[in-house]
């Protein structure tokens, strides 16, 4: 079943978003992926099991979009694991040093309307097209 890529980005955007404001009305929580993530790492008492089906519902829905709309997912990496584990691991630098991540910081705290998030998004987003740009017009690469 082929369905347009902009319908599942405006459908994403709008799950995204409802399930952002239902994890901080609900519970009181940013729904920032690498805070849920490390919180999983680090549980305290009584605080794992949200923050598991979280990250599993993250992977239940990629492996939903990969039955629905295989089209829209690659068939393979563009680069090699250590790559992408390299990479894996600058980002988790990069949310820490950053005190979150582009969920917490982009989805949750733009729309709380935060000074801090809002200088936290300029600068990943000014850096990821300075990276992109540097990659392909510089270096050659396919970023």
Do not use: N, Y
């Amino acid at each position: 079943m082929a369905t347009s890529p902009l319908l599942f980005a405006l459908l994403g955007g709008l799950l995204i978003g409802a399930a952002s404001l239902w994890l901080l009305v609900a519970a009181g929580r940013i729904a920032g992926v690498s805070g849920i993530v490390g919180g999983a790492l680090r549980p305290r008492a009584g605080d794992l099991a949200w923050r598991l089906a979280f990250v599993l519902g993250l992977v239940a829905g990629g492996a939903v979009l990969r039955v629905l709309s295989p089209e829209t997912l690659p068939k393979s990496l563009p680069h090699s694991g250590p790559v992408i584990a390299l990479a894996g691991l600058l980002v988790g630098f990069g949310a820490r040093l950053g005190g979150g991540c582009t969920s917490g910081h982009g989805v949750c705290g733009l729309g709380r309307r935060s000074p801090r998030s809002l200088a936290a998004v300029l600068t990943f987003m000014i850096t990821a097209f300075v990276t992109v740009w540097l990659a392909r017009h510089v270096l050659g690469g396919a970023a």
